[in-house]
């Protein structure tokens, strides 16, 4: 399966600021997906990054507060803007393996904590 | 879009018994319905998936069924153990990729 590499892993950030998370896939994927969990909770769909064109963001997400990057088939990032506690949560990007072993491989998350 | 309900939240089991999860969903359009095991501090791993034109999926101990007309499935694990313990997500797909989680079940394996 697809080994993907998530940085940074954890960071502790001012509210007001942002932060931009990058997702590295060993090999060419179409499509990338951002996830959040918030503590304790069920992950969410934040947007689907294909490459050459807009994400494309699931209901309650905005470009402007998580713009997101595609410039190749192995790379992508999730930018959290004007962060508050609210935005405390992990972060996770995934690729979609159902055509060959099936279902989604994560990367490691990032862990944000915004004070 | 898709909406993942699951129970339950948590789950208790003495060794050696069996548990089961159960999910339902609201979009007849899904068609590929994964399991996901989430270890404290881990990302989620995919555990056993079914298709929509299957009804019964095993791997060793564990097994996924799927009733599509009543739109829910489930997840049973036998023969439990302490290495089980985890947290479960089912999720539901109707595009193929896009996935739509449940909200969780706490297993604990009690030794």
């Known amino acids: 399966s697809a080994v993907i590499s998530q940085k940074p892993s954890r960071d502790i950030c001012q509210r007001g600021t942002s932060l931009t998370i990058q997702c590295q896939v060993d090999s060419q994927v179409t499509m990338m997906f951002w996830y959040r969990q918030q503590p304790g909770q069920s992950l969410t769909l934040i947007a689907t990054a294909n490459q050459g064109s807009e994400a494309t963001y699931e209901s309650g997400f905005v470009i402007d507060k998580f713009p997101i990057s595609r410039p190749n088939l192995t790379f992508s990032t999730l930018t959290v803007s004007n962060m508050s506690p609210e935005d405390s949560s992990i972060y996770l990007c995934s690729v979609d393996e159902t055509g060959a072993r099936g279902g989604y491989t994560f990367g490691s998350g990032t862990r944000l904590t915004v004070v | 879009g898709e909406n993942v309900e699951q129970h339950p939240s948590t789950l208790s089991v003495q060794e050696g018994d069996s548990a089961v999860i159960k999910c339902t969903y609201s979009?007849?359009?899904?068609?590929?319905f994964p399991w996901y095991k989430q270890e404290l501090g881990k990302r989620p791993q995919l555990i056993i998936d079914i298709r929509s034109n299957v009804g019964e999926k095993k791997d060793q101990r564990i097994a996924v069924t799927l009733n599509k007309t009543a739109k829910h499935f489930s997840l049973h694990i036998t023969e439990t153990q302490p290495e089980d313990s985890a947290v479960y997500f089912c999720a539901a797909s109707p595009t193929g990729n896009q996935f739509y989680f449940g909200t969780g079940t706490s297993l604990t394996v009690i030794p």
């Open positions: 979009d007849s359009a899904s068609n590929y």
